[in-house]
């Protein structure tokens, strides 16, 4: 079974990537920091998909994307974020695709069946 890591903070967000991936039968971690990222990769990666949400509970996830890139990760990396100094911020540190939210969110979603 491919597992996702989720890294949004926003619950009605997360039920809703839950809702929409129940038929694929994927794993799914939801987080809602960078911390609890941090762990989840270290404890349960790798991931054949990451999410991530631009800005977190405890900060900005653009500097998580740069860390797993530079450890040589190289599953899918996804960002979606509201903000535009997030998208730009999450483009350059490594995101294969960015979604602006919630304008995009149909298409960040097809990104977990592909």
Do not use: W
Not at 71 to 91: C, F, H, M, N
């Amino acid at each position: 079974m491919r597992t996702a890591l989720v890294v949004e903070d926003d619950v009605d967000l997360r039920r809703a990537y839950a809702a929409y991936l129940e038929p694929f039968k994927l794993d799914l971690v939801f987080v809602d920091s960078v911390r609890a990222a941090r762990k989840a990769v270290k404890e349960r990666g790798p991931f054949a998909l990451v999410v991530v949400d631009g800005n977190v509970t405890d900060g900005h996830t653009d500097e998580f994307v740069r860390e797993l890139r530079n450890g040589g990760y190289d599953s899918r990396i996804v960002g979606a974020t509201g903000s535009p100094q997030s998208l730009t911020r999450l483009r350059k540190a490594g995101c294969d695709r960015v979604y602006r939210k919630p304008e995009e969110l149909t298409q960040l979603m097809k990104e977990f069946t592909m």
